[in-house]
């Protein structure tokens, strides 16, 4: 079963709800069996690269609120991280382009480190006190922490095509699937799930997707045939006819 989640670095929500995803995950009976994907979806694509700014100021100018009410909604989700066991800081953070971030994700899920990554970019931007925007030194850092090779990363964050076409690919798929927001949560391409649900919601979506699965219908022989030849542990089987 595949669960594909869109989310952006610069989403507090997605944070959060990937952790409450992971809490269902960790107690579903079959998650050896769930393959998790993540996809691209960018908040302020057409922000530049060096246009960094304060979140609380970012926040009240976007949802035209005061400064006060924008530090009190950091305040609420600070909370709700705490309450999952997430480290969040509420003062201090910027905010800024996710692109080359996106980029990168894309080059660890070819190397098999894209969880890896997509947790260490999270815990940067909202856990610690170093941007994680417009600065590719700390990008590279983050990737090789994350089992990634030092060149390769800087390499593809050197090439601004490297990946580009991916990460759209991801966004204009969302906008196919009706996702004008994030986290996204898609299982096994049947149940959408959207925004940071109560892990108990993700629980249940699981084990729905789970049990609809079609069981394999096996037909091992044709009307008024015998069983067909097949090969297995102990050799193939010799036509006797």
Known sequence: MRVEIWSDIACPWCYVGKARFEKALAAFPHQERVEVVHRSFELDPGRA????APVIAMLAKKYGMSEAQAQAA???????????????RTRGRDHGNTFDMH???????????Q????????????????????DDERLVKLAVGAGLDENAARAVL??????ADDVRADEREAAQLGANGVPFFVVDRKYGVSGAQPTDVFTQVLTTAWDERSPLT??????????????GPDGCAVPQH
């Open 115 to 134: 969880g890896e990554l997509v947790q260490a970019l999270y815990e940067a931007n909202f856990a610690e006190e170093e941007s994680v925007f417009g």
């Open 74 to 88: 950091e305040d609420n989700v600070g909370a709700q991280a705490a309450a999952e066991g997430l480290t969040y």
């Open 158 to 163: 050197a090439d601004p095509t490297a990946y």
């Open 218 to 231: 096996l037909i091992d022989r044709a009307e008024g045939e015998g069983e067909g030849e097949a090969c």
């Open 49 to 52: 690269k060096d246009d960094t």
């Open 103 to 113: 980029r990168l994700l894309h080059f660890a899920k070819e190397h098999g480190r």
